[in-house]
């Protein structure tokens, strides 16, 4: 079978000229606004939370409730706090090395995932996030994984790559994806 040209381009999206300026102002109203309320509200705070190098109080609740969700199956339901901590903790160290652009364009979205007025909207999650159901994070990540925006699915491939890292850079993870630890000499 042939496929032509006309066939794989009726399935992609048609990114015009006109999209592309759309998407583009839309990301830049949005993360705007949510930089400007954070700062006015004094939620975009660049003090650490206790015990962290770059994570800040108002990261913590969205984070404890996205890394159950994407732990669960690797992690028993016992064993779920230490991990959380642990992932936290190995999230934490990861930013504090990231390079000032990447860091500020985390703290980005985190940001607009803490924030009332964007959170709501755009995650579909209108209580605070220590409130959120597993199935309320399952739904938010499919969301932004399925959007037709470019700028959420980044969203989505960011935050899906911290917290796997995180995980993934601990001992205790190893077992449960058959890594036998560095080699020792």
């Known amino acids: ?47 650490p939370a206790n015990g962290y190098l770059i994570l800040r109080s ?10 159950p969700v994407m732990l669960d199956g690797a992690v028993s339901a016992e064993q779920m706090p230490q991990a959380i901590d642990g992932t936290l903790k190995s999230l934490d160290t990861s930013l504090a090395h990231l390079s000032p652009e990447m860091l500020k364009l985390t703290v980005q979205l985190f940001d607009v995932l803490a924030l009332p007025i964007t959170r709501g909207p755009l995650t579909g999650v209108w209580g605070s996030w220590d409130n959120a159901s597993a199935d309320d994070v399952r739904n938010f990540l499919v969301r932004w994984q399925n959007s037709s925006l470019s700028l959420l699915r980044m969203g989505h491939a960011s935050l899906l790559q911290l917290v796997m890292m995180a995980w993934y850079s601990r001992q205790e993870a190893w077992a449960h994806c058959g890594y036998p630890g560095p080699p020792t000499v």
């Open 1 to 47: 079978m042939t496929t032509t040209m006309n066939d794989t381009t009726l399935n992609a999206p048609q990114l015009s000229r006109r999209n592309l300026l759309k998407v583009g102002l839309l990301g830049t109203a949005l993360l705007g606004t949510a930089g400007l309320t954070a700062t006015l509200s004094g939620c975009s705070a660049s003090t």
């Open 58 to 67: 108002s990261d913590l609740p969205f984070l404890r409730a996205l890394i």
